[in-house]
Each structure stands twice: as structure tokens, then as C-alpha cells.
């Protein structure tokens, strides 16, 4: 059974965003990465189909495969560790989840199921600004 990473996408806006930022960090390292401090002990759980889950604005939104974790150094002499992710990114069904800080280890029965493209397009929020449809979710409406 896989495991996987909850991470908050600190500063990003969207989706949109995510992917914007990823690729220029492709075009300008040559590799889709995400560098941080601590390495995951349970890679091998994490590695056997294991996905990182972004959290943007409040809600889990998007999931993308990690593929590898390299260790080494930050710029400052510091340990770090290199997570290696896929290509592509999954949208999910909106989870709300608080702030924190790193990353978290999270369960396959916690992880919010991929949203299917057909729910993508038929949609209630769809049209609708997604900060007016976050807000909708908050408050139980939606």
C-alpha cells in the first residue's frame, strides 16, 4: 500500500500557478524537483506508487507522483533532500486542510480521491471564480 507526502505550496495562487512555476523551474533546471529539508525515513513505502498532494489556499487540489529522493546539500552547507516528481499533475476532489509546516506522510485512506475528467467539466463551480467557489465549500455550500 503506498504512502504518500502532504506539502503546502507556500506562495502559489492555482493550479495554473503550480504548473507555471514547475515549468520554468524544468526549462531552468533541467529536472522537475522539489528541494527540501528533511528526508522522508519510509521511502520505500513512499516510492511503491506514492504521490505528493499539494495544498493550495486551504484545500488539498492537485497530487503528482514522486519518482526518487536524492540527498545532498543546500546552498548554505545544510542537509537536504531532492524530491524527484513526475510529469504530470492530477487534480483531486477538494480536501480542506490546515497550515503546517515541511512535509507530513499521509495515509492512501486519507488521500482525497483523483477528480475524473468528466467531473471536471460537469462541475457545479465551473465558470465560477475559484476563490467565490473555495469560499462556497467553506461554509458548506458546496
Known amino acids: 500500500m503506498p504512502l504518500h507526502i ?4 507556500v ?24 528541494v527540501t529539508r528533511n528526508t522522508p525515513k519510509r521511502e520505500d513505502e513512499v516510492l511503491d506508487g506514492g504521490s505528493i498532494y499539494w495544498v493550495i489556499r486551504r484545500f488539498i487540489r492537485v ?6 529522493f536524492e540527498r545532498g546539500v543546500n546552498d548554505e552547507g545544510r542537509p537536504a533532500c531532492t524530491l524527484m516528481l513526475g510529469p ?14 515541511g ?3 499521509m ?14 467539466e460537469n462541475s457545479a463551480t465551473s ?8 469560499e462556497l465549500r467553506l461554509l458548506g455550500l458546496l
Open 6 to 9: 502532504i506539502k503546502l505550496a
Open 11 to 34: 506562495g502559489v495562487e492555482d493550479v495554473d500557478h503550480l504548473i507555471q512555476l514547475q515549468k520554468q523551474r524544468l526549462a531552468r533546471d533541467g529536472a522537475l524537483v522539489h
Open 63 to 68: 497530487r503528482q507522483r514522486l519518482i526518487g
Open 88 to 101: 504530470v499533475l492530477v487534480a483531486t476532489e477538494l480536501k480542506e486542510h490546515r497550515a503546517f509546516q
Open 103 to 105: 512535509w507530513r506522510y
Open 107 to 120: 495515509d492512501k485512506a486519507d488521500a482525497p480521491p483523483d477528480l475524473s475528467q468528466s467531473a471536471q
Open 127 to 134: 465558470g465560477m471564480p475559484g476563490a467565490m467557489a473555495d
